[in-house]
């Protein structure tokens, strides 16, 4: 599990579907969730939690697209098997992970030290654990 340490910047609420925008260094994630936490509110510091299998990873940045997080990272390693590609990345926020299939590995050509994009829909970003409550 990809854990990020943030802060809550701020949540909108309609029809019992929460969007919540955090902060976390210079960057900022959006999540979608149908129930949050009583202790999440503005300024709280929380634990985020993307599964490996929900970590996307482009060669750059797009506008033309519905992931709103987006964060530079620097590829440090990668494990090839047969049929899945274990992509590890080091951004400002931390270390990520990404499971990925053989065939997007081998479509985007990716190599260690290059720079890369790891993405996530905001549906897929949960949070894990609320340190304190604003």
């Known amino acids: 599990m990809n854990k990020i340490e943030a802060t809550v910047k701020s949540i909108e ?12 260094k210079d960057e900022e994630f959006t999540m979608m969730a149908l129930e949050l936490p009583k202790k999440v509110k503005d300024g709280a510091r929380v634990i985020l ?24 990272a620097l590829i440090t390693s990668i494990d090839v098997g047969k049929l899945l590609v274990t992509i590890k990345l080091k951004s400002e ?4 992970e990404s499971l990925i299939t053989k065939k997007s590995y081998d479509m985007l050509s990716l190599k260690e030290r290059q ?20």
């Open 13 to 24: 609420e309609s029809d019992a579907v929460h969007v919540v925008t955090f902060s976390a």
């Open 49 to 72: 939690g993307i599964k490996p299998s929900f970590v996307l990873i482009a060669k750059e940045k797009s506008k033309d697209i519905s992931l709103t997080n987006q964060i530079d």
């Open 93 to 96: 926020v931390g270390i990520f």
């Open 115 to 134: 720079k890369a994009v790891v993405m996530m829909k905001a549906s897929e970003i949960s949070i894990i654990e609320v340190r304190d409550g604003a």
